[in-house]
């Protein structure tokens, strides 16, 4: 298992530049999810999707979009870059509650990105 | 989700057994124990949970005290590649839908060579 890959890596835009950040698992989660965290500031929930063809805000979802067309994917759109989205950007995955009551959740490797 | 203290960092020997605890005294019955660590640079990873029995995986054991008030995190032979934030999480399995992880500060475990 490849578990939660994320690209790019690393990614400079100008502002009001517009990009998607790929996520995709192969665990067969139903659950997923797209944090930032910035320096001294955690974690903080962006959007999450409980399954295909269902999305659902977090704590900041202003200036992204989010989709869930199928099982395995869930991109970020950044609709109008802003320098306040530098930040690295997490994807995360889970088993449904039904399949893994206890929720724990595997997270991608991070795309850093920097808004010029 | 309950709240827990953990030491700000502590050191290891590579080799040896990483002992890293938490405190979680006002812990409710339903509330489960989970742990993560971030590796610099690196995305969160799982690593192992419980909710009052002692639990053992491929990278760690988890202890936890009868009165389910402490639990202790045991990376059994560190290796550099341990050092890393370790965060103790206590929190209901169902959260609600959005799921959203709060870390606190951590421990900074640095193993040493």
């Known amino acids: 298992n490849a578990g939660v890959t994320q690209t790019p890596k690393f990614q400079v835009l100008k502002t009001g530049q517009s990009m998607t950040l790929q996520c995709a698992q192969d665990?067969?989660?139903?659950?997923m999810s797209w944090y930032r965290q910035d320096p001294g500031m955690g974690l903080r929930l962006i959007h999450y999707?409980?399954?295909?063809?269902?999305?659902d805000q977090g704590e900041v979802p202003n200036g992204y979009n989010v989709s869930r067309s199928t099982t395995e994917d869930f991109p970020l759109r950044l609709l109008s870059a802003a320098p306040s989205q530098t930040s690295v950007y997490f994807c995360?995955?889970?088993?449904?509650?039904?399949?893994?009551?206890?929720?724990?959740?595997?997270f991608g490797p991070g795309t850093r990105l920097t808004v010029t | 989700d309950a709240k827990t203290t953990q030491p700000p960092s502590m050191d290891c020997a590579e080799g040896r057994a990483a002992n890293l605890p938490c405190n979680h005294s006002?812990?409710?019955?339903?509330?489960?124990v989970y742990w993560y660590r971030q590796i610099h640079s690196q995305g969160p990873q799982y690593i192992i949970h419980?909710?009052?029995n002692n639990e053992t995986n491929e990278m760690a054991s988890l202890i936890i005290t009868e009165d389910r008030k402490s639990s202790t995190l045991i990376l059994p032979h560190a290796t550099l590649r341990d050092t890393a934030v370790y965060y103790c999480?206590?929190?209901?399995?169902?959260?609600?839908?959005?799921?959203?992880?709060?870390f606190g500060s951590g421990t900074q475990l640095t193993v040493l060579p």
């Open positions: 999480i206590v929190r209901v399995a169902y959260k609600g839908s959005a799921r959203q992880l709060t």
């Open positions: 995360a995955s889970s088993y449904s509650i039904r399949t893994r009551p206890t929720g724990e959740q595997y």
């Open positions: 999707s409980v399954g295909a063809g269902i999305t």
């Open positions: 006002t812990i409710s019955g339903n509330e489960y």
């Open positions: 419980g909710l009052k």
């Open positions: 665990m067969n989660h139903e659950y």
